[in-house]
């Protein structure tokens, strides 16, 4: 059973830029949702992708944009890089309808913006 | 309101218990959840407690869930410097698809 992998692990981008992360979910999950986690805090909701819709969006401006795609691997896609959007950004898998709602979490992918 | 209170810092011996606790305001939450963090790491799920239940043990983790109080706590026993590490809780809500985590608690863990 493959895990959830994201891509890259680390990067920088200056003021302005835009970027993608990359996650491919474990193998038999079809959701999957973004957070962002600041230094020292607690993983903050982006938004959920089920069966390639947006399914559910947190507190974030439309500049935080993503995709799902048909075999349920995701994009997230952030416009106009703040250096507030510095933070670790994690990929989390799961099976839709499951009432536990658990999350299975990738390793990160840690974005610095200068 | 939505909000998911812990303790930023907690430091015992080996072997000793350690006790993790959390509050949280939304009486609807359904499934409240322990992840755990190492360093440079994801999070891993270590365990989750139905809403109803008052007491889950899974091999050395306890998690206690006072309801009325709206308190939740991680129970480590025998605790192991591989122990040291952050651990957030989490709640779900129903009708939301995101968990709402809190801050997380550091536990370090002294030889």
């Known amino acids: 059973e493959t895990g959830v992998t994201q891509s890259p692990t680390h990067l920088i981008k200056t003021r302005g830029q835009q970027v993608t992360l990359r996650c491919s979910s474990q193998s038999g999950h079809n959701t999957v949702s973004w957070y962002q986690q600041a230094l020292g805090q607690g993983p903050q909701f982006i938004f959920q992708y089920y069966r390639e819709e947006e399914n559910g969006r947190g507190n974030f401006p439309p500049r935080f944009s993503g995709l799902q795609f048909p075999n349920y691997s995701s994009e997230l896609n952030v416009n106009a890089l703040e250096l507030d959007d510095s933070a670790l950004y994690l990929c989390?898998?799961?099976?839709?309808?499951?009432?536990?709602?658990?999350?299975?979490f990738g390793e990160g992918s840690r974005l610095t913006v200068l | 309101g939505e909000d998911v209170e812990q303790s930023l810092f907690l430091s015992v011996r080996e072997g000793d218990s350690s006790v993790i606790n959390c509050t949280y305001t939304d009486s609807s939450s359904t499934y409240l959840y322990w992840y755990k963090q190492e360093p440079g790491a994801g999070l891993q799920l270590l365990t989750y407690?139905?809403?109803?239940?008052d007491m889950k043990q899974d091999q050395r983790l306890t998690v206690l869930l006072n309801k009325k109080d709206k308190h939740l706590s991680l129970r480590i026993a025998d605790t192991q410097t591989g122990d040291s590490a952050i651990y957030f809780c989490a709640e779900s809500i129903p009708g939301r698809r995101a968990l709402t985590f809190g801050s997380g608690t550091r536990l370090q863990v002294q030889p």
């Open positions: 989390a898998s799961s099976l839709g309808g499951k009432d536990t709602g658990e999350l299975f």
């Open positions: 407690i139905f809403s109803n239940m």
